[in-house]
């Protein structure tokens, strides 16, 4: 069964919209930590937000944000204000430190596309 | 240093042929990871080494692939008699390890192609 579903494979916004990037994950750990990750074309890896399952409060960073709704286990990255450098591969990845392995578990990812 | 170090960037080695791949993580860093990247693909679980403890090789695809870790620090992943489908970014991370939740910092790959 697959960890992490990322179920847009690609997705299109207009400059100065907001998009939201969907992320569902499956575990039966109680401790655990939410990541997402940008990968534009020159391939690096670039962090962008966390969120650990006992926070109450949604993470936020600048123009993203982590919408955290733990019993429907979704982790939903929000980009305002989008950007033409916001173009890139997005992962949403899980790491379970409950009794889990603790290794880094990535989703299949949704590449964005703003348009000008 | 500053970030992780990863070497060679890129590597073009002939069907049959071994190759070592090399990572520097993060000084101070006791969690390492290696993963494969296929073109337009996710990124595929390798191997994870964390301090002392015997590391999660539950992502190695065949007995081909190995990795070892010396002294807690650089890592390398040996393929042998590499073949075609073995082609991919392979990116290494480390974090500080343990149950705290923070993000793995990652290196820039490695770009191997086997022709």
């Known amino acids: 069964a697959q960890k992490i579903t990322q179920t847009q494979p690609g997705m299109f916004v207009q400059e100065k919209e907001a998009v939201t990037l969907d992320c569902t994950y499956d575990?039966?750990?109680?401790?655990?930590?939410l990541f997402w990750y940008k990968q534009p074309s020159s391939g690096e890896m670039i962090f962008l937000i966390y969120q650990g399952s006992y926070d109450e409060q949604n993470a936020t960073e600048g123009r993203y944000s982590l919408n955290f709704q733990k019993a429907r286990k979704s982790a939903n990255l929000v980009i305002s204000a989008s950007q033409l450098g916001d173009s890139a591969m997005y992962f949403c990845v899980m790491r379970e430190t409950g009794r889990g392995t603790y290794k880094y578990i990535f989703g299949t990812g949704t590449r964005l596309k703003v348009l000008a | 240093g500053a970030g992780v170090s990863q070497s060679p960037s890129n590597k073009v080695t002939e069907k049959g042929k071994d190759v070592e791949l090399r990572c520097d993580p993060i000084s101070g860093h006791t969690a390492l990871y290696w993963y494969r990247q296929s073109l337009g693909q996710g990124l595929e679980f390798l191997i994870y080494?964390?301090?002392?403890?015997?590391?999660?090789k539950s992502g190695l695809p065949s007995d081909r692939f190995s990795a070892e870790r010396t002294g807690g620090s650089v890592s390398t992943l040996t393929i042998q008699r590499t073949q075609q489908e073995d082609s991919a970014v392979y990116l290494c991370?480390?974090?500080?390890?343990?149950?705290?939740?923070?993000?793995?910092?990652f290196g820039q790959g490695t770009r191997l192609t086997v022709v």
């Open positions: 575990t039966s750990d109680q401790s655990y930590g």
């Open positions: 080494f964390q301090g002392n403890s015997a590391p999660d």
């Open positions: 991370a480390s974090s500080p390890g343990g149950r705290g939740n923070t993000e793995a910092f």
